[in-house]
């Protein structure tokens, strides 16, 4: 895509995301959510797309981030905005430091032994927020009253969400085109190689999962204040959904890529809606058979697919040197 | 001249296979040196145990006078250091130019400096090296795609972009087009005298080895069996017998 | 005494696991949705007039047939593809088995109490239930029956054949689609033999598997593929460290542990082999 188009259409979607709240006033909250499902596809891609290691965790940095805030709120005494200010840094900082302790371990596991350690660390923080009554136990959390007019709530989150989303995706855009980028491409087509020409892989890896971890805790926090109650196994450290979701986004768009994550999780979203409404009961019949499809008939995902067809467009050609250069061989 | 590798009394052992039995050898800074020996004489383990890549059972590995045996891949790598593999390793996913530009030596690079773009010195580098390999026209291919020969070359350049003061090459003319192997040797004298790169060669095919290296060490079995100049090394009735044995 | 049967219990689906790891190289996520529908033909079964016990070799018997079915439809797909698309893959199964069986059981608790005494010794300090011990014998006896199979039949021999190098099985005449079709047959029908224990001993439901899933693979990792000794002292060990987990830790803790204990034990795999610069592969 040409750098001008590129730019158009970026701008016309924001201008579209942030217009939205007028013109479909409806699903304000359910486009909120969009926002969420592309920045879980995003943060996931970090690891699973452009590193290689597929993490079925990252949910609870979204949990740890949204107790967090949560607890913060409710102890603090502050008044609402400053505590939800507060509450949204702890809780991002809680989850950068889990993601820096956890990352300096299980960093080390290689292949699918990362993405089962992971999946036990994603439910284990479910169980252990069901059992721990200083976070409300199996019953849960709920966040303070929003002091506001009916629907002002959704809204506030509604363009915070959007913010965060923005801000996400331009941090990784900035990232992945810079020094960072390439290390984590390095490590996740041969880490032994990127080893062996120096990189400091561990320092890569931990760095990455911790700005994932960053995003995902600030977004809980968010999203714990837009639900009002925070459940520990079906909102927090939601494993099997969320948790699950995030990679079947990513894959399904096609991971290593910018836009592949944010294209997936707005198609995979809106399906999701749609059985919602249109399936009750047998939503998650039908989810478990789209997990199947997408595996298995769409493991490159839309734009891996697009670029297997059209390696030209993504800038993959043979290109001469425009002056006579001096030829070693 | 000071050696810059000293290898002493080396000693690996997998189970109970001794890959590697009390091998001693010295390669002198500026120079290149082969290594040579039948299939399974444990010239990889050789390597694999002077840059890390697993513990040693025994002996000593000095890097320019100072012990690195207790080191691990990337910091011996970021000392200057490097390795390129018998079986070529690039990054498949990622274009030529992306190969060369995340192989910049790493050794000053801090946790601000890898989130920062990087320098228009480092691409420039990275074009020109890639013309010296030849490379320059399919920069922006995927290494992937690239043929065997072409990504032996690709990992060559990389190794260059990192600029270590010391490569070992693990079989650098294997699988490459014969036509090529001429221009191949000349790119390595090049790289040795003007870039003032140090070359440890392990290599099978005899003339190369023969009119690449001043000096060359024979392994067999995991011991070291001969040492000497080529032409010693040529008429080493012991090195002749192994080749032949083995065969 | 409980904490016996339930490592037994473990170590039949854990030991399928690692067949079908170790033969196709596909970590099968949906293992323990194979255990819950095992356990749903028991109880059927038992709800229609069959004893429990004769309830085991047709759950065996008939989820051979339905993993046979899964493998021609689904699972050949992803035999020789990453691991990690077998983990999504058979996650999504997992998820799709287990709210069909939400949707046509119903989501309530359910169990095939054959009616077997209770025996009490020494003065009511140790109470054993005698279908506890039955069902520990008969998991005893499918491993053992499983164990005869590999190593004496002609088919057995195949599968071992195809676990060391596919490459050589198929060049030496091995059909490797039929082996990998009756591999992962052979483990649905051992988790399903599994499954009719576990529903004349405690309960079922549909969301049971999970738990199944998450032990078996701790079992498999802590006694690798193919030691079957391992796998059972690994199975019982595990039983009893998790009974004894939510006794000290308190009830409510016992998941938690169990999820945890899995994630240390792959940090303690990793920093072993760490010290020799090896990797967990």
């Known amino acids: 895509m040409p750098p001008t188009a590129s730019r158009l259409l970026l701008i016309g979607l924001v201008v579209l995301a942030l217009a939205a709240p007028w013109l479909a006033p409806a699903y304000r909250t359910q486009i909120s959510f969009l926002w969420v499902m592309i920045i879980f596809a995003l943060t996931w891609d970090i690891l699973g797309g452009q590193m290689g290691y597929n993490s079925f965790g990252n949910v609870v940095f979204f949990g740890v981030g949204m107790y967090g805030c949560a607890v913060i709120q409710r102890d603090t005494g502050l008044d609402y905005y400053p505590a ?246 | 001249m000071k050696p810059i590798l000293e290898v002493e009394r080396v000693r690996k052992t997998f189970g109970g296979v001794v890959a590697n039995n009390d091998i001693t050898l010295e390669v002198p800074e500026g120079k290149i040196v082969g290594l040579i020996g039948p299939n399974g004489s444990g010239k990889t383990t050789l390597f694999n145990s002077i840059v890390g890549y697993h513990v040693i059972d025994g002996g000593s590995v000095r890097f320019d006078g100072r012990e690195i045996s207790e080191l691990r891949v990337p910091r011996i790598a970021r000392r200057g250091l490097l390795r390129t593999f018998q079986q070529t390793r690039i990054y498949g996913k990622m274009t030529c130019l992306e190969n060369m530009l995340i192989s910049v030596p790493q050794r000053d690079q801090t946790w601000l400096s890898i989130l920062r773009k990087p320098p228009a010195a480092d691409e420039s580098k990275a074009e020109d090296l890639l013309e010296f390999v030849g490379l320059y026209a399919k920069r922006r291919l995927l290494a992937g795609e690239l043929s065997f020969g072409q990504q032996k070359l690709l990992e060559f350049g990389m190794a260059l972009m990192n600029e270590p003061r010391m490569l070992l090459l693990d079989e650098p003319t294997a699988g490459i087009n014969p036509t090529l192997i001429n221009g191949l040797m000349h790119r390595l004298r090049r790289v040795n005298e003007e870039l003032a790169i140090t070359l440890f060669v392990i290599e099978h095919n005899m003339s190369v080895i023969m009119s690449l290296a001043e000096y060359i060490y024979c392994l067999a079995h995991g011991e070291l069996l001969a040492q000497g100049r080529p032409d010693e090394i040529q008429a080493d009735q012991r090195v002749i017998d192994a080749y032949l044995g083995a065969h | 005494m409980s904490n016996l049967l339930i490592g037994a219990v473990f170590a039949l689906a854990a030991y399928g696991m690692a067949l079908v790891w170790g033969v196709m190289n596909v970590v099968n996520i949906c293992q323990g949705e194979f255990v819950m529908l095992g356990g749903y033909t028991a109880y059927f079964l038992f709800k229609a007039g069959v004893h429990p016990l004769v309830g085991i070799p047709v759950a065996a018997v008939l989820l051979f047939v339905f993993g046979w079915l899964l493998y021609r439809a689904v699972i050949f797909r992803v035999v020789d593809k990453d691991l ?66 590999l190593k004496k039949s002609r088919l057995g021999q195949a599968i071992r054949a195809t676990a060391q190098n596919a490459r050589a099985a198929r060049i030496m005449g091995i059909d490797t689609g039929r082996v990998y079709a009756t591999t992962y047959a052979l483990n649905a029908a051992i988790c399903g033999a599994a499954g009719a224990l576990v529903a004349m001993t405690w309960l079922i439901h549909p969301y049971l598997g999970l738990p199944y899933t998450v032990r078996s693979f701790m079992i498999v990792i802590l006694a690798g593929l193919g030691n079957v000794a391992a796998v059972l002292a690994a199975g019982l060990g595990l039983g009893a460290a998790e009974n004894f987990a939510g006794f000290i830790l308190g009830a409510e803790y016992q998941s938690a542990f169990v999820f945890a204990l899995l994630v240390a034990i792959l940090l303690w795999r990793r920093f072993w082999l760490d010290r020799t610069r090896g990797y967990l592969k």
């Not at chain 1, 991002?92 to 080390?108: K, N």
């Not at chain 1, 805790?217 to 204040?225: D, I, M, S, Y």
């Not at chain 1, 995979?268 to 595996?295: K, N, S």
């Not at chain 3, 046509?104 to 169990?111: I, K, N, P, Y």
């Open chain 3, 84 to 149: 990690f698309i077998s983990i999504l893959a058979t996650f999504g199964l997992s998820i799709l088995l287990q709210q069909l069986a939400n949707q046509l059981f119903g989501a309530d608790v359910r169990t095939a109490d054959a009616g077997f005494r209770t025996l009490f010794f020494f003065d009511n300090m140790v109470t054993v239930s005698v279908v506890k011990i039955v069902a520990f014998g008969a998991a005893l006896l499918v491993g053992a029956i499983l164990m005869l199979f």
């Open chain 1, 84 to 329: 939800l200010c507060l509450g949204m840094t702890a809780g991002a900082a809680l989850a950068v430091t889990l993601a820096a302790v956890l990352g300096s371990g299980l960093l080390g596991l290689r292949g699918h032994y990362f993405a089962i350690a992971t999946l036990g660390l994603g439910f284990a923080a479910g169980e252990f927020a069901s059992g721990w009554d200083f976070i409300g136990a199996g019953s849960g959390m709920v966040t303070p009253l929003y002091p506001g007019e009916v629907g002002d709530r959704e809204s506030f989150f509604y363009f915070l969400l959007l913010a965060l989303t923005v801000v996400t995706f331009f941090v990784l855009r900035r990232l992945y085109s810079g020094r960072f980028g390439l290390a984590i491409n390095a490590i996740r087509d041969d880490e032994d190689k990127a080893e062996a020409m120096g990189i400091r892989t561990t320092l890569y890896k931990t760095t990455a999962w911790c700005v994932s971890a960053f995003f995902l805790g600030v977004t809980g926090a968010a999203v714990g204040n837009l639900i009002g109650f925070i459940d520990p196994r079906d909102v927090a450290f939601a494993g099997p959904t969320f948790g699950v979701w995030m990679v079947l986004m990513a894959i399904l768009g096609g991971k290593g890529t910018l836009w592949g994550p944010v294209l997936g999780a707005t198609v995979f979203h809106i399906t999701q809606e749609l059985f919602w409404t249109y399936l009750l009961g047998w939503q998650r019949v039908a989810l478990g058979l789209v997990i199947l499809a997408i595996v298995l008939f769409f493991p490159l995902g839309i734009l891996g697919w697009a670029r297997e067809r059209w390696p030209e467009r993504f800038g993959h050609a043979v290109e001469e040197r425009p002056a006579t250069g001096e030829g070693a061989s």
